[in-house]
């Protein structure tokens, strides 16, 4: 390697410990927070090292917010299945299907992707009032599929697409109808793209809060939601908020790094070799 490639393979070290410090140290400061004492979880100027105490996660335990968990658990399931259950036979359909009507679906899918959320909130909550879905888990589920089925539908139907359509009609040959070919044939090699997309449903359902937020009501309150009740009008619960977030913010962790693998076994899952 020349001058030039050492000089810029160190530039690029730099940017890339650069990068990775900013996006450390404020998971790194929660951890430490919910592990401080309240004294100094609220100190100023800020103490960086204290003491271990679990008075705050006492706290947060003696409250309201393990009955959010349990909501925000509940919600980000029945977010989760009842997308792809709809999602991902609607995917097939895009990826196989030749039917009248389907590029402008298909653009129509594209475009709701394309508008920001918060313009369908007011029609969306005069809507579910009127339906008496509000305060109730299967309005916030139908809430959260109408923004997370559109990239359901795209993601599963390029999944599909990358699967050679001479699989599935060699097994339409040997007798298989377009159901059975589908469940038995394309599902299973379309399953690591298909959990991806599943993966990547939950993490979005477990870290919304302006639906719940609008939606939500004191009997589905999610963990993100619930996380507001530590600000108070005149201290704010340090430690707790730091204990609440790293509960909420370890589970999406997890689930990225999962995300992360699967994708890349996803991309690949139609590939085969002439």
Not at 34 to 63: C, Y
Not at 258 to 270: M, T, V
């Amino acid at each position: 390697m020349n001058r030039h490639g050492r000089r810029l393979a160190v530039i690029s070290t730099v940017i890339l410990v650069a990068g990775l410090i900013i996006v450390i140290v404020p998971y790194l400061w929660i951890l430490l927070t919910a592990f401080k004492r309240q004294v100094d979880a609220t100190a100023v100027p800020p103490v960086l090292f204290s003491p271990i105490s679990f008075k705050s996660w006492e706290r947060l335990l003696d409250g309201p917010f393990p009955g959010s968990l349990v909501s925000s658990v509940i919600i980000t399931v029945g977010t989760t299945v009842a997308t792809l259950v709809i999602g991902v036979p609607a995917g097939y359909a895009f990826a196989r299907g030749r039917f009248l009507g389907r590029r402008f679906l298909g653009g129509w899918l594209l475009f709701s992707r394309m508008m920001p959320p918060v313009i369908f909130i007011i029609p969306l909550f005069l809507f579910f009032h009127q339906l008496r879905l509000t305060n109730s888990y299967l309005g916030l589920v139908l809430a959260y599929m109408s923004g997370l089925l559109p990239f359901t539908v795209w993601m599963c139907a390029s999944y599909f697409e990358d699967i050679p359509i001479e699989i599935e009609e060699a097994a339409r040959v040997d007798g298989a109808s377009r159901g059975r070919a589908f469940l038995t044939v394309v599902l299973p090699l379309a399953m690591p793209g298909v959990l991806t997309v599943g993966v990547l449903i939950a993490i979005a359902a477990w870290s919304e809060y302006f639906i719940p937020f609008l939606l939500g009501g004191f009997d589905t309150t999610p963990a993100t939601v619930g996380l507001v009740n530590y600000v108070g009008a005149a201290v704010i619960d340090w430690g707790a908020m730091a204990a609440a977030s790293l509960t909420l913010v370890i589970p999406v962790l997890v689930l990225t790094l999962i995300a992360q693998r699967g994708l890349l076994r996803g991309l690949s899952a139609g590939a085969v070799k002439g």
